[in-house]
Nanobody, 120 residues
Framework: QVQVVESGGGLVQAGGSLRLSCVASGSIFSINDMGWYRQAPGKQRELVAA???????NYADSVKGRFTISRDNTKNTVYLQMNSLKPEDTAVYYCNVDLTHRNYVRMNYWGKGTLVTVSS
């Protein structure tokens, strides 16, 4: 009933930029927190950045000052602007959405991920 779809990944050289987008659609009453996570090969999934419905944000120390998370509540969309990319940012990036359905049930959803590759 809910789809979460990421886009914007790709191959970029170190120092470059990418902008990821994530759209949630379906039976949605309201969206609470939205976030971006990433998982590099052989590593655990980790939080990159998150944003509340009120616009409060938090970031992993490794991306502070380089990445910016934002959201458009009218479009049920969250963005991740990634600047000054480093090879260690290479990972599959996943969108996470915490939302309330129209029947007032609250649930959490993951997208399928988008691959970001940063070459040195």
């Amino acid at each position: 009933q809910v789809q979460v779809v990421e886009s914007g990944g790709g191959l970029v050289q170190a120092g470059g930029s990418l902008r990821l987008s994530c759209v949630a659609s379906g039976s949605i009453f309201s969206i609470n927190d939205m976030g971006w996570y990433r998982q590099a090969p052989g590593k655990q999934r980790e939080l990159v950045a998150a944003i509340t419905s009120g616009g409060s944000t938090n970031y992993a120390d490794s991306v502070k000052g380089r990445f910016t998370i934002s959201r458009d509540n009218t479009k049920n969309t969250v963005y991740l602007q990634m600047n000054s990319l480093k090879p260690e940012d290479t990972a599959v990036y996943y969108c996470n959405v915490d939302l309330t359905h129209r029947n007032y049930v609250r649930m959490n959803y993951w997208g399928k991920g988008t691959l970001v590759t940063v070459s040195s």
